[in-house]
């Protein structure tokens, strides 16, 4: 999976003029699937997501987290992160997970984030959505569970 994290004061996403989702400060976080990603890797990473110090402390350094702040969520399905720009003027995505696959990914990374005690907002899987956001700081973090240590088994 491919997350992008931008630390906002606010953020919201619209679909056909709609407000589905928004939040105060927190996170606004891009999820796109991959082949082969499953729902463990969309709950290591929503863990990750939510103790990732990336908030100011008193000091002005990166010493707390979503959880220390108290800060909301709103996640976003964004199968474009899988782009594959090497070749030609046009992207391909056959990396993206199909949405068959995607969508409950997407939705498991949001409802582990929810019952880590953070509370979570929705873009809609799939629609065109219009999304607004006031980045802080700006601070923008992108994660790949590809490059990530994987745990040990057994």
């Not at 929503?46 to 909301?72: C, M, P, V």
């Amino acid at each position: 999976m491919r997350l992008v994290l931008q630390r906002v004061t606010r953020a919201s996403v619209r679909v056909d003029g709609e407000t589905v989702g928004a939040i105060g400060p927190g996170l606004l976080i891009l999820v796109g699937a991959g082949e082969g990603d499953d729902v463990v890797e969309a709950q290591r990473l929503a863990t990750k997501t939510a103790e990732l110090r990336i908030f100011a402390d008193d000091e002005g350094r990166f010493n707390r987290s979503l959880l220390d702040t108290a800060g909301e969520a709103l996640v976003v399905s964004q199968f474009t992160l899988y782009a594959d720009t090497r070749r030609g003027r046009r992207p391909g995505f056959s990396a993206a997970a199909p949405p068959e696959m995607a969508k409950p990914l997407v939705e498991a990374y949001a409802a582990h984030l929810e019952a880590l005690g953070i509370k979570t907002a929705r873009g809609r899987f799939g629609a065109h959505m219009l999304v607004d956001l006031e980045n802080d700081g700006p601070v923008t973090i992108i994660i790949d569970s590809a490059d990530m240590e994987r745990p040990r088994r057994g």
